[in-house]
């Protein structure tokens, strides 16, 4: 099958390795030449770096960048089996790239969009035939990350989504099933992360270097949500915090903070312009966490209770399974488990103890329970999720 990529910024790029690696002849398409010329430039980059850690030989190398042929006209799309877009987020720019390729494409191409924040409905619904547009969503950087959030619009026709996934395992990727919702899986699940950690900052419980210092340490995590935050970018993540909020018709689950959007405003946007929660100029000195394992176990439960309790509502809200949930949140952020199966182990009476003693003392509906948590607490049971993660 030909793969057609539109937009060969850092995604589109990246997707194309993914697809010319796994064998596929890539058309990649741009709007500059430059745009173009950078993307073949870091496939080659990237494709030695396996080389040279013996992964793949220089014949192999030089074959796969063959593969991705770059052009910046939409007609080499016309026998292509599969087109994505990974162009700018921007829903106007979007509908009109589909309205314009779309009389290009053959009758059985499927369009796909890589779009982390847009509805795949309202994508799908400009285009003429929309039952075979879906989402395919690929975390960054995409020839690294296992996950990839399969999306189907509500036109979407049945069996599509099947098909996708079996081409993603070919592909070496861990495809799991999303509702059409906000943020699809991780974008959400992963939100209390950030948002609950900022206002355990913002309440003066304690400091960024003690909370990053908890979730690393005591949780496990690979970054802790304030460097993790300083390492995409506050004007990356905080435009996700506040498109899910809106999406979310205001649920104050997601309210974005204001301690947030005013480093965005400083232009303090993190670790690409040298500041953010931390320092990153040279020779600045970085805070030391306070490392008393009480305080540090008691910011990892709230932050973590948080986080359970927005997967047991995607659960709820059948946003996706039990087992994509969990692939979903160890896959595409490397959280060190499954939120269910966590939540399982922490006992699930506890988890809702924690939740509801956060409402009580708050009384905001910010920390409401899951009503699916609680249930489950009311019948003994537990998640209890048959997971096998491939590894
Ligand atoms: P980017 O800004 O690196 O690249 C976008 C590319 O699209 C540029 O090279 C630009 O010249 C090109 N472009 C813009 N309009 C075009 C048009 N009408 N026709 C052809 N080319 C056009 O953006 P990035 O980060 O690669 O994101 C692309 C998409 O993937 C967005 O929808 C984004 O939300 C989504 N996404 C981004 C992730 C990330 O971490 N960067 C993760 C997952 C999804």
Not at 86 to 115: H, M, P, Y
Not at 140 to 145: F, K, R, V
Not at 154 to 175: M, N
């Amino acid at each position: 099958m030909i793969i057609g990529i539109i937009g060969s910024g850092a995604m589109g790029a990246g997707i194309a390795q993914v697809a010319a690696t796994a064998g596929h002849t890539v058309r990649l398409l741009d709007q500059t030449d430059a745009a173009l010329a950078r993307a073949e430039q870091s496939i080659r980059a990237n494709l030695h770096k396996l080389g040279e850690k013996g992964k793949l030989s220089v014949a192999a190398v030089e074959e796969t960048v063959a593969r991705v042929q770059p052009t910046r006209d939409y007609l080499d799309f016309s026998d292509c089996g599969l087109v994505l877009e990974a162009i700018v987020e921007d829903l106007g720019a979007k509908q009109q790239l589909f309205r314009q390729i779309e009389s290009v494409l053959s009758v059985d191409c499927i369009l796909a969009s890589n779009t982390s924040s847009l509805s795949i409905t309202s994508l799908a619904a400009t285009c003429q035939h929309p039952e075979r547009f879906i989402g395919i969503h690929f975390f960054n950087p995409a020839p690294l990350m296992q996950l990839v959030e399969v999306i189907p619009a509500v036109q979407t026709r049945a069996g599509l989504a099947q098909e996708v996934k079996q081409l993603l395992h070919t592909w070496g990727k861990v495809p799991v099933l999303a509702q059409d919702t906000p943020g699809f899986i991780v974008n959400r699940v992963a939100r209390p992360f950030y948002g609950e950690a900022i206002r355990i900052l913002e309440e003066g419980l304690t400091d960024a270097a003690t909370i990053d210092w908890a979730m690393t340490e005591l949780g496990g995590f690979r970054m802790g949500p304030f460097a993790l935050m300083d390492f995409i970018g506050h004007d990356v993540n905080y435009r996700v915090t506040e498109s899910v909020f809106t999406a979310f018709f205001y649920d104050p689950r997601y309210k974005p903070s204001f301690t947030q959007k005013r480093l965005l405003e400083a232009g303090y946007l993190g670790r690409k312009s040298g500041r953010g929660f931390y320092e990153y100029r040279e020779g600045a000195a970085q805070p030391e966490p306070n490392r008393d394992p009480n305080l540090g176990r008691m910011v990892l439960h709230r932050i973590l209770v948080m986080l359970i309790n927005e997967a047991a509502e995607a659960l709820a809200f059948q946003v996706a399974s039990k087992e994509d949930l969990e692939l979903a949140m160890t896959k595409g952020v490397n959280y060190p488990k499954g939120l269910l199966t966590w939540a399982d182990e922490l006992g699930l009476p506890n988890v809702l103890r924690t939740l509801d003693q956060l409402y009580d003392d708050y009384r905001e509906d910010r920390y409401r329970a899951s009503a699916l948590l609680r249930r489950l607490v009311r019948t003994e049971q537990s998640f209890s999720p048959s997971v096998s993660l491939p590894s």
